[in-house]
Structure formats: C-alpha cells, structure tokens
C-alpha cells in the first residue's frame, strides 16, 4: 500500500478543515434560526469521516447517515450546494427537497445521507453490484454509526455481499454512543469482530482521530474489494464533538464531561497539523494560509446560499417520477 | 401468435428483456432453479429457455432469504446503471423490505432533487384463493399506493402481463407488480412480437352501456362472468380493467361512468383503504351529478384470510357477488 504523497495529505487536512468549518457555520445558523430544522455535526469526527473518503477514488460510490455533511464534503463535494441545501434553497445540491439529512451529491459518487438508521447501507452494496456485473472498477462504501452496528440489514447486507465478492467497505462510525446510548450498553460483542462470523474482512481502527490510520484501513480494504476479493467490515473508534444534533438539550447527562475533555484533547485537526509539521511536510505558515483559505471558502459558501433564491412553491411537484405524463395521467 | 399462460407471458417478456438489455439482470429467492416458473423454458435444467444457461450467475442472482437487503441492493444498483428485476414471489415478503421501499425506493429520486433514476421492478404473487393461510394470501398493493414515487401495476391476462411488464422494465422508474397466481394458468392468443403497454391506460375487458364495473386482477374474469349473466337479464355491463393503479386512468372511469351513470368496484384487497375506495372518492369528486345510484365497493371484508376452503371461498368478489352488486346498483333489486 503505497503511503499518501503530501499532496493527498495537503488535501486531506484541507478537507477535514472544510468539514470542521463547514459544520461550525452551520451549527451557528441552526441557533440563529437561518437554518430550518436540525443537523448532526462530524466535529471530533474528521479523520474517521476524510481518512475514508480520500481512500476512494472520486468515481466511486457512498452513502452515508445523518451525521451527514462530512461524507459528501470528504468526498469533494463543492460547499455552496451543500450550504444552500440545509437552509432550504433553489441553488441546494438537491434543490431544496432534501435538507441536511438527505444531501446527495451523484458528481462525486454520493448516492445519499439517510435520515434512518441503518437504512442506506444495502444501496451502497447495490452499487456495488452494479459495478460488479459492469465489470467497472468502482468501489463503494456504506458509512454508519455504532448505532445502525444493530440493524438486521447490515448482517443481511454483509452476507449478501459476502457471498458475492462484492466491492464494498462496511465502515461503522464508533463515535461511541446512539443519540444518548452508550454503545457498550446495547452492543454485544465487538463489531469488527462479527466481520468473522460472515468470512469477511474486519478491523477495528483504534485511534480514529489519526487521519492516516483510517486511510491506510480503508485503503486496504478498496485494494481487496478492486481485486475481487470482496467486502471488509471497518470499525473506526471516534467520538463526536458536539451534542447528537445542535440546538438539542438532553436532560440527563449521558456523557461524562471529564470524558469529553479527554477527546477533546485528541483533536483529529490539530494531531494532523502538528504531525505535518514536525515531519517537516509543510511549514506552520503554509498550514495558517490553507486554514484562511478553508475559512474563506466557507464564507463564500455562506454568500452564495444568501444570494440563492428560495425554489418557486410549484418545484415541490417535480422529481417524483422520471416522466411528468404518467405523474400526472 | 401463440396460445400462453400469465405465468408464460411474464417469463417471455422477462426474456425478452434479458437479450436486449445486458443491465437487465434477474434478483431473487430459488430463481436459479426456476421454482417460480418465470426464469426457465421446462422442467430440466438442461432445457432450452434455462435462464440460468442462457445469461449466467452474474445475471441471475440466486439470493440468500434477505427480503431487505434484496430490496435495498436493487435499489442501489438501479440507481448506478442496472436494471433489475426483483422476484419476491409471495406478496406478503414485500413487508418484510417496507424501509428500503418506503424510505429508498420511493424517496430517493424526490429527496435528492432528480438526481436519482430508479429503473427496477419487483415482481410478486398474490396467492390468495389457494387456501394457503394469513401469511401468504395478502394482496397489498393499495398499501405501496398510498406511498408516492412508486408505480403500481395489476394485469389481469396474459397479453397485458407480458406488455405491462415488459412497459415496466424500460421505465426508469420503480415499479411494483402484482400478479394473481389464480390467474397464473389462464390462457390467451399472445403476440409473439416484443410489444409495450404504456402505464396509465385501462382496457375496456367488455363494452356496455347501464353499469360499469371497474375490477382489479383477478376479479376482471369475474366480472365479465357477471356481465355475461347480467346480459341475459337484460343489463349491459362495461367492464374496464385500469391495469396500472399508479399511474391510474381516471379518464376512461370517468367517461364510462358519465355514459353509464351507475358504478360497481371489484377488487381482491380489503375494504378500508382500497383501490375501490380510492376510485369511488374520484368518480364522486369529479361527476357526482352523472350518478344515478351510489356507488358500491365489492371487496374482501377488513377481516383476515382463513384457511379452509369453507372459510376462504366467501372472502373475493366473485361472479355472483358482483352480479348482485350490478343488479341493485341498476335498481333491480
Ligand atoms: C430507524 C431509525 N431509528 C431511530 C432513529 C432516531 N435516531 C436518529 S440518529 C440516532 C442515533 C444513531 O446513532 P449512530 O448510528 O451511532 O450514529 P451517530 O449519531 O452516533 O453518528 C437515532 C436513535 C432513526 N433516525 N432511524
Ligand atoms: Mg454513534
């Protein structure tokens, strides 16, 4: 497995920064009312969520969950769209239908975020069927947390894919809690572990806040399902910033405080930063510039959703089916 | 022409389809061994018309019993350049996917704003009428009608089973069929053309002027039996078949039922929410002042399907119940 040029890990510090920033913003626009409803940050959760997508190529495929902004973002997704899209306007990546939880970006490979649980994973899998019998060398991925780890139709959809030798990497986000539920607390077993009972590949990424851990992982794992050896079930041990969705106030304290602090500490950000620089990859200055940049980028972003109209109230009738006549009939 | 079966018709058009189409591919339980009858030519594998000989293992997916996974991989591999075909035999399987229909299939396209086409379709049998118990009479398709984005189809004879079908694979699309395996041995003259029937197009199964009856599936052959009848006793029937549900023909309802003025509806599925109510509410919405007589519904009760065949017969539209839907709506009794 060849180790990531420093051009790649230019990128990937520039698109953890993107999703950092990114998921600031909109946190601050939940609160202030500009965007409608809710969103689930990927803050804390950068390495897992950039370390898998840069793993990929930019023609292979994804699906994601709620958590739902990094994975699109990861994998390259222009921000202006994404930003339009979670307050709702015309110039949104999916035309204002969808909103945070449903971003969907086909041009780089993102075949959707799912608002339920578990629910995108066997779509990722059929992807992968697709390029399969296509004979393509595409390679799909299916992100999900440590609470879809309990849905049936993972199990139904690694054995499927087992059986099938199907390109696809089952990559289980273990941010370590379901909403408010410890995932120790309903999880039995380990999950990497459970790759074995199906005769896949299974590994657990311990230290999720490593960008270059997690991408020499799913590295790996493209590498088999490219060769035809099918599907890996990846576990990558993370943890998320922020509260389960912003604006949202749990009565009872769930999490430990003093736990939090700990992972604060391992910053996914700042541990690539400094790693950077003390390999003597890129100067702290190159990194402040690159920093700047992301920020401005997100401004633009910002703009370009201010400047947006809102869709005309008649474009809520379009897109249900591929012909209007039978719509319609 | 050649004399075929609605289990035949349906496995020619999927033949068809196979040799034109190389994204065409065939997903489901046991359809290696062509338990079904829709994926072989006879009884051996060695016969000419296996599927399995003809198009591979990499076409002809041989599944695991993953009602949801099959469901959801389809939906994936329709959305990046297949074209499957999902064979879930039994209706009642489809519950067991209701996540991947519900919120994948039928969502997908709308929820990222067009940028998903959906082309696959999902076969399944309705085996009600065969004594086969609660679990495996269903006949559910009002239900996937009351979900937007999917396209819902009933045929009633071969040469519709094997022109709807055919319509359906070219569409992009997902559609749910629903084939009657009562009418599974029925047979007709079909053209051995590759032929299309567009959706959203009902066929006039009998031409009549007093009273028409818009049945569903299984029960069209029941009423033209009852028109028959009805037609010694001095009533002219119109039977019309609407064949796709999603998209509905309204039109050709509202202009029968504007000539004739009074309405029968005869479906298979339960009463509460059926097809029949939803085309009553319609026919009432936009030609009330045409009714000479309100409309009756004939269809199963909101009860379960029992086993014996005592209990089980009494529960479909049938000839002698639609007929006596016909004759009050006419005022003859
Ligand atoms: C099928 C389903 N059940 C429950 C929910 C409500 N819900 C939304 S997110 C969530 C927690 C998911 O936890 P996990 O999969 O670990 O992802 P994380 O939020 O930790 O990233 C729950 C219970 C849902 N959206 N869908
Ligand atoms: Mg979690």
Redesign the interface.
């Known amino acids: 497995m060849a180790a990531p040029t420093k051009d790649q890990m230019l990128e990937m510090q520039r698109r953890m920064l993107r999703i950092r920033y990114f998921d600031e913003r909109a946190s601050k626009m939940v609160k202030r009312g500009h965007i409608p409803g809710t969103v689930h940050t990927s803050i804390g959760q950068e390495a897992q969520v950039v370390g898998a997508t840069m793993a990929l190529r930019d023609e292979d495929y994804m699906t994601g969950n709620h958590r739902s902004h990094g994975h699109p973002i990861g994998k390259g997704s222009p921000l202006g769209p994404l930003m339009a899209e979670l307050v709702g306007k015309a110039t949104g990546v999916c035309k204002g239908k969808g909103g945070s939880l449903h971003l969907a970006d086909f041009s780089v490979g993102s075949l959707g975020e799912s608002g339920i649980v578990g629910s995108s994973i066997p779509i990722a899998a059929g992807a992968a069927l697709s390029a399969s019998v296509l004979k393509k060398s595409h390679v799909s991925l299916a992100f999900f947390g440590d609470g879809a780890a309990n849905q049936g139709v993972l199990y139904e959809s690694i054995n499927m894919a087992g059986v099938w030798k199907l390109p696809v990497i089952f990559l289980c986000e273990n941010n370590q809690y379901a909403l408010s539920t410890p995932a120790h607390t309903v999880t039995s077993g380990v999950i990497a572990d459970r790759a074995a009972g199906f005769g896949i590949f299974g590994v657990r990424v311990e230290n999720g806040q490593d960008v270059l851990e997690v991408f020499n992982a799913v590295s790996e794992a493209a590498a088999r399902a490219r060769a035809g050896e099918g599907p890996s079930l990846i576990e990558v041990v993370t943890y998320r910033f922020n509260e389960h969705s912003e604006g949202l106030r749990i009565g009872t304290d769930y999490r430990d405080p003093e736990e939090r602090e700990q992972w604060l500490k391992r910053d996914p950000i700042v541990l690539f930063r400094n790693y950077l620089i003390a390999e003597g990859h890129f100067t702290a200055e190159a990194l402040d510039a690159l920093e700047a940049e992301v920020l401005a980028e997100v401004d633009e972003a910002v703009r370009f959703t201010d400047e947006s109209p809102y869709p005309e109230p008649e474009t809520a009738f379009a897109d249900l089916y591929t012909d209007k006549e039978e719509q319609f009939a | 022409m050649s004399l075929m079966s609605y289990l035949g018709a349906i496995g020619a058009a999927q033949r068809e389809a196979m040799d034109a189409d190389e ?1 065409v ?1 065939i997903i489901g339980e046991d359809v290696e061994a062509n338990v079904y009858g829709t994926t072989g030519g006879g009884k051996s594998r060695a016969d000419k018309g296996d599927f399995l000989q003809m198009y591979g293992r ?2 002809i ?1 041989n ?2 019993i ?1 009602e ?15 074209r499957p075909i999902v064979d879930l035999s039994y209706s009642s399987f489809l519950y067991m996917a209701m ?2 229909f519900v ?2 299939v039928a969502k ?10 959906m082309p696959v379709v999902f076969r399944s049998a309705m085996f009600y009428g065969l004594n086969t118990g609660a679990h495996h009479s269903d006949r559910p398709y009002p239900m996937f009608m009351n979900v ?2 999917l ?1 819902i189809i009933a045929p009633s004879s071969p040469s519709d089973a094997k022109g709807l079908l055919r319509y359906a694979i070219d ?3 997902p559609v749910l069929t629903f084939e009657a395996c009562l009418l599974w041995g029925s047979k007709e003259e079909v053209s051995d053309e590759e032929y299309r029937i567009p ?2 197009k009902a066929r006039i199964a009998r031409e009549g002027t007093d009273v028409t009856v818009v049945a569903i599936s299984s029960s069209v052959p029941e009423a033209v039996a009852a028109a028959d009848a009805m037609a010694a006793e001095g009533v002219s029937v119109e039977v019309i078949d609407p064949r796709t549900l999603v ?4 039109r050709a309802i509202l202009e029968s039922v504007s000539k004739t003025g009074r309405l029968v509806v005869a479906e298979p599925a339960h009463r509460t929410c059926g097809a029949a109510g939803e085309i009553s509410a319609i026919v009432s919405e936009e030609i009330f002042d045409a009714l000479k007589a309100p409309i009756i519904r004939v269809t199963a009760p909101d009860m379960q399907i029992p086993f014996s065949p005592a209990l089980e017969k009494q529960m479909y539209p049938n000839r002698i119940t639609i007929a006596d839907a016909i004759r009050k709506v006419a005022g003859l009794r």
């Open positions: 994204r591919i990499d076409r997916r599944t695991p993953s949801e996974a099959i469901v959801g991989f389809a939906a994936g591999a329709a959305m990046t350049g297949l996540d991947q919120n994948q997908n396209r709308y929820m990222f704003g067009g940028q998903a086409s937007p984005g396209k569409s992009d699309d959706f959203g998209p509905m023909d309204t």
